[in-house]
């Protein structure tokens, strides 16, 4: 004889009480299927939690100078020869344009080679840095790929300039790429390849100059991670600086009390414009997906918005905010992280620091 049963409980918000609801379906081999109605819900732990971005070297202070120097690897500087890698490609691509590498209207997938007479280590380097000049270039439809290979074979991932680079100045600029972003792993090299991306519209017409392997003044990397079977979901970033400003924006029939200190756009506060930049980068999955290339206090504002200024009538602080819609998920067990890349000399701050606020997701049932 069947025995009837049926599971009670209250409700933890109101102390209602609650039965089990049963529901009845159409079956496939059976006229009707009885069950539970249930759901589900991750045995997961969380916490609101905020981490700094931070090197094991400086800690949270990303005011460093950081400044390239020794012996570098040149790989080009316009053709003109010495110890260069020998380059070659299709007739778009002019070797030695007034000291510079010119591609003019390459299409899609034409590419530069650089060979080099022996290898590179590139265990013994830090980055490529370079200029380009985007003299008629649409970066919504057009890129330009960085590659290294040995002896023909491709090594590590391709690298996208668009990403290291201010793609709204049609001026002459610097960049600098960590090699880590290649994922060469130390590998040996002795070819570059640079390789024409386009979807749509007309063909780039681009100059490159100064391409070498930075061998010391490697750049400071400051990262949020986390590890093992934390997941920490980011739901805002903010960027702490502070410079000896003084100075006030006095408005015409004001009362001069203005609210605002005087800030360029082309600066860091009291820091010219960079020359090749503090990079933002969201790494999932070993694998860059996110690079943002930044210069100067317009750039940051192009997805930041300043939430905080003070003054004491010596010194300005200024916080910047990232408000994000959908947060960032950084899974320990995928080694994901969030990073600002120094390339340039920040030592004229008196403080930069930045971190992120959001949630800790943590199972307890995690050995």
């Known amino acids: 004889m069947a025995i009837t049963t049926k ?37 997961f732990d ?18 460093q100078d950081v400044t390239f120097g020794g012996t570098p690897e040149l790989i080009f500087n316009g053709g003109s020869g010495g110890t260069e890698w020998t380059g070659s490609g299709p007739g ?27 290898t590179i280590d590139t265990s013994n380097y830090s980055a490529l840095t370079g200029k380009v000049d985007l003299d008629n270039y649409t970066p919504s439809t057009q890129d330009i790929l960085f590659q290294f290979k040995n002896g023909g074979s491709v090594l590590g991932d391709p690298v996208s300039m668009n990403a290291f680079i201010d793609t709204g100045n049609f001026g002459e600029q ?5 090699l880590s972003s290649f994922n060469l792993a130390g590998a040996t090299v002795n070819q570059f390849t640079m390789t024409v991306q386009r979807s749509a519209g007309h063909n780039p017409h681009i100059s490159f100059d100064d391409f070498q392997l930075e061998e010391t003044g490697e ?12 997941v920490f979901c980011v739901e805002q970033i ?36 960079l020359s090749n930049g503090i990079v933002f980068t969201r790494r999932q999955n070993e694998r860059d997906i996110i690079n943002l290339n930044l210069k100067n ?50 030592s004229g701050l008196i403080r930069c620091t930045s971190l992120a606020r959001g949630t800790l997701r943590s199972d307890p049932t995690a050995i």
């Not at 039965?19 to 009845?24: G, W």
């Open 7 to 43: 599971i009670s409980g209250k409700d933890i918000h109101t102390g209602a009480d609650l039965d089990q609801e049963m529901y009845s379906k159409n079956g496939i081999t059976h006229k009707h299927i009885v069950g539970a109605v249930v759901y589900n819900a991750p045995l």
């Open 46 to 63: 969380y916490d609101p939690s905020i981490k700094p971005f931070f090197n094991p070297e400086f800690g949270t202070d990303m005011n």
């Open 92 to 118: 778009q691509w002019d070797f030695s344009d007034s000291g510079k590498v010119t591609v003019s209207h390459g299409p899609n997938n034409s590419q530069a080679l650089f060979q080099d007479a022996g």
């Open 297 to 346: 206090l317009a750039d940051f504002l192009g997805f930041a918005v300043i939430t905080d200024h003070i003054s004491d009538g010596v010194n300005t602080l200024v916080t910047l905010s990232v408000m994000l819609d959908t947060p960032i998920i950084l899974d320990g067990k995928t080694n994901d992280e969030l990073s600002w890349t120094i390339n340039d000399d920040l």
């Open 238 to 273: 903010n960027l702490v600086f502070v410079d000896n400003i003084t100075g006030i924006t006095s408005v015409s029939g004001s009362s001069e009390n203005a609210t605002v200190p005087n800030l360029s756009y082309d600066k860091i506060l009291g820091v010219d414009g």
């Open 174 to 178: 610097s960049f600098a790429i960590p």
């Open 219 to 230: 750049q400071l990397k400051f990262t949020i991670n986390v590890l093992g079977s934390e």
